[in-house]
């Protein structure tokens, strides 16, 4: 009989050590790695940077990687990688320590450059202001 129920706790210790390395180890892929496009459906809660993350590789929305490859160790493997017609987008929050700067590129790029072949997201509203709010926080963080 004790040893029936000695059993049975060693089997509801390891289910339960199970289930929280199990947790554990979900939180660190959901950390390392940026969300995919359906992931990106699925997010539960998420910050600024992530959403605007989401709406960079959203086709429909800013449809970035149109255009830019995004440098970063969090890339999902299972996103193809963005084209070459502008720029790799890396070391944002190096080079825009001026935030308003990076926001004007997104909202209008031909106030750089007149003949940019960036659409203008912000002045033609392709995306909404907040889109590109969450946009800019993204970049920050690469
Ligand atoms: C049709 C192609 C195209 C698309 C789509 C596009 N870009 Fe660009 N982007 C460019 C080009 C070309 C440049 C080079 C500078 C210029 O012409 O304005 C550029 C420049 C930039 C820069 C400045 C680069 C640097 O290194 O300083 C940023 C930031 C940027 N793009 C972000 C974005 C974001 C974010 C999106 C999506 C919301 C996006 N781009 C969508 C073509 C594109």
């Not at 493997?77 to 502008?86: D, F, K, S, T, V």
Request: hydrophobic fraction near 40%.
């Amino acid at each position: 009989m004790t040893i029936l129920r000695y059993r049975a706790s060693i089997a509801y210790i390891t289910i339960v050590l199970l289930a929280l390395t199990w947790g554990a180890v979900n939180l660190a892929i959901a950390d390392d790695v940026l969300p995919t496009e359906k992931e990106c459906t699925q997010l539960e809660n998420p910050n600024a940077a992530l959403k605007g993350w989401c709406i960079v590789i959203d086709r429909e929305k800013g449809n970035c990687l149109a255009c830019h490859r995004i440098v970063t160790e969090k890339w999902p493997l299972a996103l193809p990688q963005g084209g070459a017609i502008g720029p790799p987008l890396t070391a944002m929050k190096h080079r825009y320590p001026d935030k308003v700067k990076l926001r004007e590129q997104i909202w209008n790029a031909q106030s750089g450059n007149p003949h940019s072949m960036m659409p203008p997201f912000g002045k033609y509203k392709l995306i909404s202001e907040q889109d590109i709010d969450n946009i800019v926080e993204f970049l920050l963080t690469i």
